[in-house]
């Protein structure tokens, strides 16, 4: 089992409203990612992060912003929800470095309904 | 384009027997190939890793094949148990950045049935 733990697992909240979702793991991993999940569908990466004070945007197009200041926690954050953010976010982490093919460990998700 | 696309979109299977996923891509240039079992609610969990010169590996009753000449690859599962019913998802790692990008698929939906 990964330790990275995503909180909450659960959220519906009204539109408007601003939200964090929170992302820690305690694997000492320089590399996080977040993506975005529907139904039935792929993981898209929305943002990404190599270490302390470094985020970058990820292929898909998101209004959320993320943060990284310490190197265990990568939260994201929505300032104004609206219903097309409902969606299941999955926060990710993984070593870096060259040679063996890396693993990501993921956490168990956040369901997000906007209503 | 750098696609993943994976077969049967959903499967349904009687427990004990044996199925096989399928999943073709188009990654280019191809670094490693990943499948993953992803239950409803949860975060993807790894199952085999595949860099271009392996051509299978195996997880217990997971096997998973690469044929990186076709662009192919297939998990198999054996003597299916409930527990496997998930989604099971292909991913395609490229080596043209630091990043090491993936690529996913949609998935394969599997369903056993006592």
């Known amino acids: 089992e990964a330790d990275i733990y995503q909180t909450p697992r659960y959220l519906v909240i009204g539109t408007g409203k601003k939200i964090t979702l929170e992302c820690s793991q305690t694997m000492g991993h320089d590399k996080m990612y977040w993506y975005q999940q529907d139904p039935g569908m792929e993981l898209h990466l929305i943002h990404y992060?190599?270490?302390?004070?470094?985020?970058e945007k990820g292929d898909l197009s998101s209004e959320s912003t993320v943060s990284r200041i310490r190197t265990e926690h990568f939260p994201l954050t929505l300032e104004s929800a609206r219903p097309s953010h409902t969606s299941q976010y999955l926060c990710?982490?993984?070593?870096?470095?060259?040679?063996?093919?890396?693993?990501?460990?993921f956490g168990p998700g956040t369901r997000l309904t906007v209503t | 384009k750098n696609q993943v696309e994976q077969s049967p979109q959903s499967l349904i299977i009687l427990e004990g027997k044996n199925c096989t996923l399928q999943c073709n891509y188009t990654v280019s240039p191809f670094s490693n190939l990943r499948w993953y079992k992803q239950d409803t609610g949860r975060g993807p969990v790894s199952l085999t890793i595949?860099?271009?010169?392996?051509n299978t590996k195996s997880n217990g009753r997971y096997t998973a094949t690469l044929d990186a000449d076709t662009k192919q690859s297939s998990l198999h599962i054996t003597a299916s148990q409930l527990s496997d019913s998930a989604s099971y998802i292909c991913v395609v790692s490229d080596r043209g950045s630091t990043l090491g990008r993936l690529y996913f698929g949609r998935g394969t939906q599997l369903t056993v049935w006592p």
């Open positions: 595949m860099t271009f010169s392996e």
């Open positions: 990710a982490s993984s070593e870096s470095g060259s040679g063996s093919p890396y693993e990501q460990y």
């Open positions: 992060s190599y270490g302390v004070n470094s985020t």
